[in-house]
């Protein structure tokens, strides 16, 4: 067995909570009101799911209705094939259809520029977005982009940047998001990974008060790689940019002169919806593809049922995740606009200006949903009660959390403090692949408990097996796998499919691998206990240790390097990083610091280890193969604030346990 499913890492946790008594009446009506309603559908959802599936389907505007509901099976499968539709008239048209034109669809919150101390806001009907969208794609298309050509976006958590992707979905061009906070080197990559000639950015994001350059990395990247050859600039910074004439367009010139309206392409249901670069065990990021119609299903259904939205009873819904993420795809935008609910998108850091912005935004707008990382509600424990207590959180009644294991510290101060006590928590696992929730409880049904991500969504055949697919006993770890396809599932990783069979269907025959390990207690409650390949989870963001190595090593004082993941305070999982030096390279905290600059330029500031040791050697078995467990003993064993430059001699040890 793997590693991380080690008995001893059990927690005992027992503390149970049910769904508030007036939980129905406070969000308008739960739609699903106990775990009897619960168990019955569920089963109906696994036993049917064509039926279970279909239904909900018909809750959204097809243009042609499919043929099947659900056909294949892993690795190769199809959700509404012959269905035709658009994912962004769903998010906009259909809601003008149905009356809430003038309801608002985005409501955005600007980073306070200057000393103003507030932000910004805009909140954009479904009307204002129709017109943007419908401009934008008209430019778009203006530019030579056309249905299946791949457009990336590199943008800060901006109006447009939703804008964009709305946009791309309508004309059916798949997009690639990359995350604002990544490198250069990083667009390059994924720029040719998926040969994408025309790039979305800004002049800058601000971030606490700063200008993070967006426009200067993408003219950067233009440097490593010939594919770019339109960059699009929104100016929301008006910082100073380089501009290559007949390159570089800004967004407000191509949007000018465009009509207000766009039709919507006519997507089949498994035509690419978007292009997802995330990290897995070897080096290179991969490209999850999720396609149209099941995603948009599945994403409409479970941002309904989780979050209990419901249009026209006043709610608000923030989830405070970067578009750059998955989270930001599916529970930012595509799940949430067609629930007709208003979405929070907010610019800026959680203490900025100050550690009370999240709160004091909460206040603002009567956020009735909110949903956040572990790592953020850690951080606001530290910063103190005082803040969120200065301000009227009443509006809330259901939070989220999503992206690591959340530890039961935090899930109690969440729900006390931010919560009062009175509103479910439901910790939702799922990933990038998986495209929507897949463990979690439903608000007004589940009992939950501290740290537990409870049960599967509908259609969700999740079961915790040995190598051989044999499903484990009750508290023992095992690997957490999907036994039948659901509609959002990933439909590959973008120009690899043997790493994509390699990856999630190869080690237990016939089921979809996440990769984390798992158990499940004597209530069926599932338990994520760590991942079983070589990806960390830092802030809730994934890192493959191999990228981390390979950047280091890229460096010219590295010949060697080993990243593991060392527990945090804060962001849950750091990074630790053993170097081996070149002959003529000698240990300095300056060194270490350009060690630091260099994977913060390869990768992105989140890839930066928290702690950084050189070493003479990197402890191996007689094999060959680094002892990574040993490593991340000593990573947790060490103080990172201790002198980082001193030679770790792991000789004696090495020998010790040479026959690991
Ligand atoms: C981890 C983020 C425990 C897990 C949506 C998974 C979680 C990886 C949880 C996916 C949770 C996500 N409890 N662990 N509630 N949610 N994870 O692709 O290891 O960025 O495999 O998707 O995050 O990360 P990804």
Redesign the pocket.
Same mark, same amino acid.
């Not at 959390?401 to 959340?406: A, D, K, W």
């Not at 910790?427 to 998986?434: A, F, L, S, V």
């Given at each position: 067995m793997t590693e991380t499913s080690n008995i001893e890492s059990i927690l005992q946790e027992d503390r149970v909570f049910l769904p508030p008594e007036n939980f129905s009446e406070r969000v308008g009506g739960a739609y699903i009101d106990s775990m009897e309603t619960y168990t019955k559908m569920y089963a109906r959802s696994i036993d049917d799911p064509d039926g279970f599936w279909a239904e909900v389907a018909d809750e959204l505007d097809w243009f042609e209705r499919w043929n099947t509901v659900s056909s294949g099976s892993f690795p190769d499968v199809k959700w509404f094939e012959g269905g035709k539709t658009n994912l962004c008239h769903n998010c906009i048209d259909r809601q003008i259809n149905m009356g809430r034109g003038d309801a608002t669809a985005i409501i955005w919150e600007g980073e306070p520029v200057g000393n103003s101390g507030s932000g910004e806001v805009r909140e954009l009907t479904y009307h204002d977005l129709h017109t943007e969208v419908c401009r934008f794609a008209n430019a778009l298309k203006e530019q030579g982009v056309s249905k299946g050509d791949i457009v990336t976006i590199y943008m800060g958590m901006v109006p447009e940047l939703a804008i964009a992707t709305l946009a791309c979905a309508r004309i059916g061009a798949p997009h690639s998001v990359i995350f604002g906070g990544y490198s250069s080197q990083a667009i390059a990559d994924r720029v040719n990974d998926a040969n994408s000639s025309v790039v979305i950015t800004c002049d800058g994001a601000w971030r606490r008060g700063n200008v993070v350059p967006l426009k200067d990395n993408v003219d950067a990247a233009t440097e490593l790689t010939d594919v770019i050859e339109t960059v699009i600039v929104l100016k929301r910074c008006e910082n100073e940019i380089a501009w290559v004439k007949g390159r570089d367009h800004w967004w407000h010139d191509i949007c000018e002169s465009q009509e207000e309206d766009c039709p919507c392409e006519s997507m089949d249901a498994e035509d690419m919806l978007f292009l997802l670069y995330?990290s897995g065990s070897t080096g290179k990021p991969k490209g999850i593809i999720h396609t149209t119609g099941g995603y948009m299903v599945y994403t409409y259904l479970t941002s309904k049922w989780v979050f209990n939205l419901r249009p026209d009873k006043n709610q608000v819904y923030w989830c405070t995740a970067d578009v750059g993420?998955?989270?930001g795809h599916?529970y930012v935008i595509y799940g949430v606009l067609p629930n007709g609910v208003p979405t929070v998108m907010y610019e800026g850091a959680p203490n900025f200006p100050e550690p009370d912005r999240f709160w004091e935004i909460v206040e603002r707008h009567k956020v009735t949903q909110f949903y956040t990382a572990?790592t953020a509600i850690r951080a606001f424990m530290k910063w103190g009660d005082e803040y969120p207590r200065k301000h009227d959180l009443d509006s809330l009644r259901v939070l989220g959390?999503? %992206?690591?294991?959340?530890n039961p510290e935090a899930w109690m101060w969440y729900r006390e403090i931010i919560g009062g006590n009175n509103c479910p928590i439901v910790?939702?696992?799922?990933?990038?692949?998986?495209g929507g929730h897949m463990?979690?409880p439903l608000p007004g049904a589940t009992p939950t408990t501290p740290g537990s991500?409870t049960q599967p969504f509908f259609g969700i055949d999740a079961a915790i097996v040995t190598d051989d697919g044999i499903e484990v006993k009750t508290n023992s770890g095992g690997l957490l796998v999907i036994r039948k396809p659901w509609p959002s599932m990933l439909r590959g990783i973008y120009g690899d499919r043997e790493r994509f069979i390699d990856t999630y269907f190869s080690r237990v025959n016939g089921m979809y691998l996440? %990769?984390?390990s798992a158990r499940r207690d004597s209530n069926e409650n599932f338990w994520?206990m %760590?991942?079983i390949d070589d990806?960390i989870?830092v802030s %809730?963001?994934?890192l493959g240790t191999m990228e981390v190595e390979s950047s280091l090593v890229s460096h010219e004082s590295v010949v060697e390097a080993a990243v593991v993941g060392v527990p945090h305070e804060i962001k849950g999982t750091g990074i630790a990083a053993f170097c081996t030096l070149a002959n003529g390279f000698d240990p300095s905290e300056e060194l270490k610091q350009s060690l630091l600059e260099h994977v913060g330029k390869e990768i992105g500031a989140i890839a930066k280890p928290d702690l950084l040791k050189f070493t003479d050697a990197l402890p191996k078995t007689r094999s060959g193969k680094i002892m990574r467990r040993l490593l991340r003993d000593v990573a947790a064993g060490t103080d990172s604030n201790q002198d980082v430059t001193t030679l770790e001699d792991f000789t004696v040890l090495a020998k010790l346990r040479s026959d690991d």
């Open positions: 995330t993420w998955i989270t599916s572990p959390t999503v %992206g690591e294991p959340i910790d939702t696992w799922w990933q990038t692949e998986t463990l979690t991500c996440a %990769g984390d994520i %760590g991942r990806v989870n %809730g963001h994934r």
